[in-house]
């Protein structure tokens, strides 16, 4: 089992709305840094080796910033108008990644590919907290379900690997759309420690003798 240690920067939030046909969006992405546990299951024991990883990461996805967007709501002609908004979301992120691993000398490099599931424990926006949930009324939903892909590069007692994630389901219950972008560097540590017989397999059990 492997303890991980993670820094990503947070996703890009996508605004889209009926009336409004032209908008500008100014942005500032924030690094966090998020931990867990991770365990990897092998699937062979051959030098190019496949294996399944999974665990329970508490994550926080946010961003600040302000959009600028015309539209044609009033009689008067076009309106211009701006918002700003600061977003910060925790979640307990499940991955299920699929691993294939290929030896470098003493490391291995890996291909990482595969789903994961985020389930939203807490935030806030503007200073006020969110609201979780899939009525209109709500900020956001509370499931977040996406896509991640990455390389890492590995030795016997550590690992450090870059995770580019998003999400394949829309975040926002209301007439917005809104997806979870995130880059993610990470740094794992191995917690797995093999323990070495007393026996040797090819040493034979001597009679005690009386």
Request: aromatic residues 12%.
């Amino acid at each position: 089992m492997n303890k991980t240690l993670m820094a990503g920067y947070s996703g890009n939030i996508a605004y889209r709305a009926g009336p409004i046909y032209d908008i500008v969006e100014t942005d500032k992405n924030h690094l966090y840094f998020n931990g867990g546990l991770v365990a990897e299951f092998p699937l062979n024991k051959q030098k190019n080796r496949f294996s399944i990883e999974s665990g329970l990461i508490l994550k926080t996805i946010g961003k600040d910033g302000s959009v600028t967007y015309t539209s044609i709501m009033s009689s008067s002609g076009h309106v211009t108008n701006t918002e700003s908004f600061s977003t910060k979301l925790w979640y307990l992120s499940i991955p299920a990644y699929g691993r294939i691993s290929f030896a470098a000398g003493k490391r291995s490099i890996s291909y990482i590919l595969g789903p994961y599931f985020n389930l939203g424990i807490g935030g806030n926006e503007d200073g006020a907290h969110i609201s979780w949930g899939n009525s209109k009324f709500d900020d956001f939903r509370r499931l977040d379900i996406g896509l991640a892909t990455g390389f890492a590069l590995s030795g016997k007692k550590s690992e450090a690997g870059i995770l580019c994630s998003s999400s394949t389901r829309d975040i926002d219950p209301s007439w917005n759309s809104i997806y979870n972008r995130e880059l993610s560097f990470y740094l794992r540590f191995n917690l797995h420690h093999k323990i070495k017989p007393n026996i040797k397999h090819d040493q034979e059990l001597q009679p005690t003798p009386y």
